[in-house]
């Protein structure tokens, strides 16, 4: 173990910001955690249904606030990218090429897993499992998707990103909000914010790729007024205080995202950047910089995987033959979030059963007209392995 954090260490430019690895590294445990924390599975007469805590006990809404990390990731993704981007150009390397390296990593590991649920649902039909149930778990699992289709999306509108200042999309979900929510427009406009929406945190974090690291000051700013801005809307405006969809919500802040969701990302960005500076004065031990290096080397592979590992620990409980607290049971009390969080490491030992099955997938590297083409990894070292 000593000698891979040495080569960890050792491996990493002088000059890469081990503080924007150490944020996607957070963003992307902060979802996990907060997917295994407000998802839950119940038994009804030997189906499987889907049921949220923040449903029967909206009190635990704070809980949102801490695990919905997307915007953090998105203004990480958009300063990665740009910086990419620029990087790119001064090799002469086309956009083509370049776009075509980037979504290769986040396809790949996609790949692998759309072919094993798809086998997974077709032996769980043929085996005699009730169709809802394979819903369920269909849905469940395939929930992740979502995201990357719109991060692939933005990335490859990186160059546009750079040139957009953040207001602009911003303005636009206040419109769309407008027309949804006070004049009693179409639903469906609400789904323009699922672009608008996460290319405000991925502008703002194009424009650091541009303009360099923004001062404290704009972090306070963005953390006091996104902050501001969300109690507001939450106390005044009708929106509700979580920032996840709630079963049986007449409104999700999130699906589609709403104003509240982009001011909350707002506020977040702010946080992450007075985060970078504490980060790279902790991340300069070799120990903790390998931690961080290990997990944004299996980001997507984690993603994608989280969900089916609770999955699959929710299905292997079952053979108890009667329902497991905090696993199976109705999410409604106390008592199940104490259950809940005694489950989280056997859910974090079957998603490290899955990242060693599926980890290369990820890790691959893509091969254009014959020659390895470099690919910006999301942590700028070679594999530790």
């Known amino acids: 173990m000593r000698e891979l954090v040495r080569r ?3 491996g990493t ?3 890469r910001d081990r503080a924007v690895d150490a944020l996607r590294a957070l963003a992307i445990l902060g979802v996990v955690l907060g997917h295994w924390l407000v998802t839950a599975l119940v038994t009804d007469s030997g189906t499987l249904r889907g049921a949220g805590p923040l449903q029967h ?3 635990l809404a704070p809980v949102s606030w801490l695990f919905q990390t997307l915007a953090v990731f998105f203004l990480v ?4 990218g740009g910086k990419s981007y620029t990087a790119a150009r001064a090799r002469g390397t086309t956009y083509r090429q370049w776009l075509g390296a980037r979504t290769a990593r986040l396809f790949r590991p996609v790949a692998a897993f759309l072919v094993v649920w798809s086998v997974t649902a077709g032996a769980l039909l043929a085996s005699g499992v009730d169709l809802e149930t394979v ?27 750079a040139r957009v200042h953040p207001l602009w999309p911003l303005v636009v979900v206040l419109y769309v909000d407008l027309i949804r929510f006070g004049l009693g427009g179409p639903a469906w406009c609400g789904w323009i914010n699922v672009a608008a929406g996460w290319l405000v945190p991925y502008c703002l974090g194009a424009v650091w790729a541009r303009d360099g690291i923004p001062g404290r000051t704009t972090g306070w700013v963005l953390l006091a007024g996104g902050g501001a801005a969300t109690a507001a809307l939450v106390r005044w405006a009708g929106y509700p205080a979580a920032m996840v969809g709630v079963p049986g919500a007449a409104i999700s802040n999130l699906d589609p995202p709403t104003l509240a969701a982009v001011t909350f990302g707002l506020a977040q960005c702010g946080a992450a950047l007075l985060l970078l500076g504490p980060l790279r004065r902790v991340l300069v031990r070799p120990a903790a910089w390998a931690a961080v290096a290990l997990v944004n080397l299996s980001a997507m592979t984690v993603f994608l995987w989280h969900q089916t590992a609770m999955t699959a620990v929710t299905a292997t409980g079952l053979l108890a033959g009667s329902p497991l607290p905090g696993l199976h049971t109705v999410p409604d009390g106390p008592g199940w979030v104490l259950a809940r969080l005694a489950w989280l490491p056997v859910f974090a030992v079957a998603l490290l059963v899955c990242w060693a099955a ?3 997938y990820e890790q691959a590297r893509p091969r254009t007209g014959g020659r390895v083409v470099r690919e910006d990894r999301p942590a700028g070292y070679g594999r530790p392995g």
Do not use: C, K, Q
């Not at 993704?77 to 990665?80: I, K, L, P, T």
């Not at 269909?138 to 990103?161: G, H, N, R």
């Open 135 to 161: 819903h369920t778990l269909v849905e469940l699992a395939l929930s992740p998707l979502w995201f990357l289709l719109v991060f692939a999306a933005l990335t490859a509108a990186t160059p546009l990103a």
């Open 57 to 59: 006990m909206p009190r």
């Open 13 to 15: 430019p002088p000059d």
């Open 77 to 80: 993704g958009g300063h990665v």
């Open 8 to 10: 960890i260490d050792s």
């Open 358 to 360: 599926f980890r290369s």
